[in-house]
């Protein structure tokens, strides 16, 4: 079958475009304002930072590992200790087996993780289990917990310390979100970390 191009009117991706724009105008940046601050010190400490996801979600949390791992410095030798649960398949895959999906994170957790450590989960509806289960677990661990929802937050919202919630009903649009809003901070990470250089070498020249 061979459409019309007229099937696909231009008109479709603007409206697309419009209300994500609208979504993204409308947020509160405080709680990204947060995380921000939070993986800043993670940078600084050395504390590690766990991402969590199914599906598209899955995705945006290994993309984001990357970017905190590797493409915050240039270098590729300073970043951010950050693992997406998501990694091993191995253990992914035995876990499900052995334990169930429900437990793929939060089992992953409790055997890497230590308190002051992180978890940002992200979940389109924030209701999926094995989402919640690993909230459960980072707060039971004394873990700081992020999460990044869309509809209506689900569950997760009142189970994350901070919960950064885009009120959209459209499962495309919440997660495109989750990685417009890491790279968001992936940007104000670096030019913070390009200020507190800028005044430590002033601050030894003088």
Not at 2 to 25: E, I, K
Request: hydrophobic share 45%.
């Amino acid at each position: 079958m061979n459409p019309d191009p007229s099937a696909f009117p231009g008109s479709d991706f603007a409206g697309y475009a419009g209300r994500l724009a609208r979504m993204l105008q409308g947020l509160d940046w405080t709680p990204l304002s947060r995380l921000a601050y939070e993986l800043f010190d993670c940078w600084q400490t050395g504390r590690r930072v766990f991402l969590a996801g199914n599906g598209g979600s899955a995705a945006n949390a290994l993309h984001l590992a990357n970017d905190f791992l590797c493409a915050l410095d240039k270098t590729g030798r300073s970043g951010i200790r950050a693992l997406a649960l998501v990694t091993n398949q191995a253990v992914m895959t035995c876990l499900a087996n052995d334990s169930g999906y429900e437990d793929v994170f939060a089992a992953q957790l409790a055997v890497l993780a230590s308190p002051g450590d992180v978890l940002i989960a992200f979940s389109g509806s924030g209701n999926s289990v094995n989402v919640l289960r690993a909230l459960e677990e980072a707060r039971r661990l004394e873990m700081r917990s992020y999460a990044f929802l869309g509809f209506g937050g689900g569950k997760a919202k009142a189970l994350a310390d901070v919960p950064i919630h885009f009120p959209v009903d459209d499962m495309q649009i919440a997660e495109d979100a989750q990685l417009i809003a890491g790279h968001m901070i992936l940007q104000a990470l670096r030019r913070q970390r390009a200020c507190a250089e800028v005044g430590a070498a002033r601050s030894h020249d003088g």
